[in-house]
């Protein structure tokens, strides 16, 4: 496996169901990234971990919930959605110090909460 | 507050012509500005970026011209293929500091019609 993979690739959901996507960067970088992507809006990010301690988390709810057991590896744990957290959920790594902190991201998750 | 602004939102070209697409920021602190490219089912990929010091920078079909009193920059996809149909996003960012956020602009869905 090269670069950043996501899965599962796609996800379907009720409001009371609890999943999780999972991301891992092959890359050797030192910061992970969580974005939502929702038609005809800018990219949302959400959090940011880097060196494996959280850095930003952009108000999101609190159903969403990050986890970053190593600098490999990035979680986002998700319970009780609502229908409007439907989207393509992008995970993406840099390497925070390099002269242009250039973002890789993965091919994303697309969430269908019913 | 969307700190890119990016226009249009979709555009449509014949194969061989010109795509333009602009964008244009506030924060004078940005002075690194990347351009991703984002085919269905993947993750944005770095295309081409610039920094304010140049005001234009090419790499084969793509070019980047960059307005600084204006704030403002475009991309310009030359002789457009089939191939390049995807959905571009430009961006901005603070290099050296301690904030890892690209601001993203919402992005331009383009189409090469053969």
């Known amino acids: 496996e090269t670069g950043v993979t996501q899965t599962p690739r796609h996800l379907v959901m009720g409001m009371t169901n609890k999943k999780s996507l999972k991301c891992e960067q092959h890359?050797?970088?030192?910061?992970m990234y969580w974005y939502k992507q929702s038609a005809k809006k800018p990219l949302e990010l959400m959090f940011v971990?880097?060196?494996?301690?959280?850095?930003e988390n952009n108000s999101v709810p609190s159903r969403f919930s990050p986890e970053c057991p190593n600098s490999s590896h990035l979680f986002l744990h998700l319970h009780t959605l609502q229908p409007e957290d439907s989207a393509l959920y992008l995970c993406?790594?840099?390497?925070?110090?390099?002269?242009?902190?250039?973002?890789?991201f993965g091919p994303g998750t697309r969430l269908t909460v019913l | 507050q969307q700190q890119v602004k990016q226009s249009p939102q979709s555009l449509i070209v014949q194969k061989g012509g010109i795509s333009i697409i602009n964008c244009a920021y506030e924060?004078?602190?940005?002075?690194?500005f990347p351009w991703y490219q984002q085919f269905p089912g993947k993750g944005p990929a770095l295309l081409i970026a610039?920094?304010?010091?140049?005001s234009e920078k090419k790499e084969g079909r793509f070019t980047i011209s960059f307005n600084k009193s204006a704030k403002q920059f475009s991309l310009h996809i030359m002789d457009s293929q089939p191939g390049d149909s995807a959905t571009y996003f430009c961006?901005?960012?603070?290099?050296?500091?301690?904030?890892?956020?690209?601001?993203f602009g919402a992005g331009t869905t383009v189409t090469v019609r053969a």
């Open positions: 961006a901005a960012f603070v290099q050296g500091s301690n904030d890892y956020k690209l601001s």
């Open positions: 971990y880097s060196l494996e301690e959280r850095v």
């Open positions: 993406a790594s840099s390497q925070v110090g390099s002269a242009n902190n250039e973002q890789f």
């Open positions: 890359l050797g970088h030192n910061a």
């Open positions: 924060n004078t602190a940005f002075d690194y």
């Open positions: 610039i920094r304010p010091d140049v």
